[in-house]
């Protein structure tokens, strides 16, 4: 177990819909990523936050968006949903303090677009 | 962020050593070289990183070249449950802790 908690599991909507996925990090860290893997392609960065405020944005469209809240929860929304947009979506956390330290990722959302 | 080279699969006997070979020729000084691995569908799972002294955990051994152009991950007897893709990634030092970029990978399998 890492720490980290993503939810829900699975999701399962329709295209156009909207979604929201939650990621809890590991007590103490600061830093909070989200990554997307489609079936034919590997992990790909979207954006992260570093206490609180977006500090890299990666390959995320303009329907999708992040926020990370007081607690340092995250959420990653994403809108218009197309079918394309079926992946799995891990998120992982951090402590700051350089580059010496490792990001520990949660389990997925694996969300299904119909 | 430097560029890494991995070979795209290797397979492994069970029981015996897993070395699995990584190129990061443009690495900075500033540069972790990390290891992660992913297990069918799971979240990757932090293996081992280092700088520029070879290191050990209780999975595995990083070995890194002294001019840190290369390095190799260790498993010391690899079992069945280690068949997973492989990454190495190089990470620059950040106070806010940059994003790990994800290559290809190598695809260990273990074989019985």
């Known amino acids: 177990d890492s720490g980290v908690t993503q939810t829900p599991k699975h999701l399962i909507t329709a295209t156009g819909q909207r979604v929201t996925l939650r990621c809890s990090p590991r007590?103490?860290?600061?830093?909070v990523y989200w990554y997307q893997q489609s079936l034919d392609q590997g992990l790909q960065f979207l954006i992260q936050?570093?206490?609180?405020?977006?500090?890299a944005k990666g390959n995320i469209l303009e329907r999708f968006s992040a926020q990370q809240f007081p607690d340092l929860h995250s959420e990653l929304n994403l809108s218009s949903l197309e079918l394309g947009d079926s992946a799995l979506y891990f998120c992982?956390?951090?402590?700051?303090?350089?580059?010496?330290?490792?990001?520990?990722f949660g389990q997925g959302t694996r969300l299904t677009v119909v | 962020d430097a560029k890494t080279t991995q070979p795209p699969s290797m397979d492994c006997a069970e029981g015996r050593a897993a070395n699995l070979p990584c190129n990061h020729s443009t690495i900075s000084g500033n540069e972790y070289v990390y290891w992660y691995r992913q297990i069918h569908s799971q979240g990757p799972q932090y293996i081992i990183h280092?700088?520029?002294n070879n290191e050990t955990n209780e999975m595995a051994s990083l070995i890194i070249t002294e001019d840190r152009k290369s390095s190799t991950l260790i498993l010391p007897h690899a079992t069945l449950r280690d068949t997973a893709v492989y990454y190495c990634i190089v990470r620059p030092f950040s106070g806010s802790a940059r994003q790990l970029t994800f290559g290809s990978g190598t695809q260990l399998t273990v074989l019985p």
């Open positions: 992982a956390s951090s402590v700051a303090g350089g580059g010496g330290t490792e990001a520990f």
């Open positions: 007590s103490g860290d600061l830093s």
């Open positions: 280092g700088l520029k």
């Open positions: 936050y570093y206490n609180g405020e977006e500090r």
